[in-house]
Nanobody, 119 residues
Framework: QVQLVESGGGLVQAGGSLRLSCAAS????????IGWFRQASGKEREFVAR????????EYVDSVKGRFTISRDNAKNTVYLQMNSLKPEDTANYYC????????????WGQGTQVTVSS
């Protein structure tokens, strides 16, 4: 079983940058695909990005392509989400989650970190 803890959220002006971190403990970190999701107030949770076990493969929702970069450091049991050119519509609570294989459930979730982008 893996525990996930997000950090790095905060308040930033539009056009600014933040880097979120997802630190894992327990389990074998490199055995999990890690995804980032977000949920804005009053809206459903949305997939943002995910990274494969080794970090070689990444996927993004269209709205963040070219602005966000997901990466992982398996030696540090950490996944990062570098967010550049932030927009007010990026405001949400951001969560990381772990899945064993593509198409499977995300079995483990963090508590989230709030990102607020002011206009």
């Amino acid at each position: 079983q893996v525990q996930l803890v997000e950090s790095g959220g905060g308040l930033v002006q539009a056009g600014g940058s933040l880097r979120l971190s997802c630190a894992a403990s327990g389990g074998t970190f490199s055995s999990y695909i890690i995804g980032w999701f977000r949920q804005a107030s009053g809206k459903e949770r949305e997939f943002v990005a995910r990274v494969s076990w080794s970090g070689a493969s990444t996927e993004y929702v269209d709205s963040v392509k070219g602005r966000f970069t997901i990466s992982r450091d398996n030696a540090k049991n950490t996944v990062y989400l570098q967010m550049n050119s932030l927009k007010p519509e990026d405001t949400a609570n951001y969560y990381c989650a772990a899945q064993i294989k593509y198409g499977g459930n995300y079995d483990y979730w963090g508590q989230g970190t709030q990102v607020t982008v002011s206009s």
